[in-house]
């Protein structure tokens, strides 16, 4: 029902930055919001940013915030993530993911029901 296309990701010295997108394609009209998470090597899913599809209300775990901006194009139906001030402890599998059955913007990976193929962003010292 509904296809993420994720691209962005690479490989950035510490204190750079980069731009993740992903692409929504199908029946994006039933997508509440959409949400970044990330998995490091050898631990969980965790969450990054969210974002509502209407009205653009934006929710962010601490270890970011300050740091990453999350925006999205409702025309394009595309959301970005923008990483600054990259640590190493960033470098991870960035994944997108579309909230349809939420009526509330979900912070829990449960809470989503598409994703992505995800983007690696490794962050060097």
């Known amino acids: 029902q509904v296809q993420l296309v994720e691209s962005g990701g690479g490989l950035v010295q510490a204190g750079g930055s980069l731009r993740l997108s992903c692409a929504a394609s199908?029946?994006?009209?039933?997508?509440?919001?959409m949400g970044w998470f990330r998995q490091a090597p050898g631990k969980e899913r965790e969450f990054v940013a969210a974002?509502?599809?209407?009205?653009?209300?934006?929710y962010y775990a601490d270890s970011v915030k300050g740091r990453f901006i999350i925006s999205r194009d409702n025309a394009k139906r595309t959301v970005y993530l923008q990483l600054n001030s990259l640590k190493p402890e960033d470098t991870a599998v960035y994944y997108c993911?579309?909230?349809?059955?939420?009526?509330?913007?979900?912070?829990?990976?449960?809470?989503?029901?598409?994703w992505g193929q995800g983007t690696q962003v490794i962050v060097s010292p």
């Open positions: 993911a579309a909230a349809i059955k939420s009526y509330s913007v979900p912070v829990a990976a449960s809470g989503y029901d598409y």
């Open positions: 974002i509502k599809w209407s009205g653009g209300s934006t």
């Open positions: 199908g029946r994006t009209f039933s997508s509440y919001a």
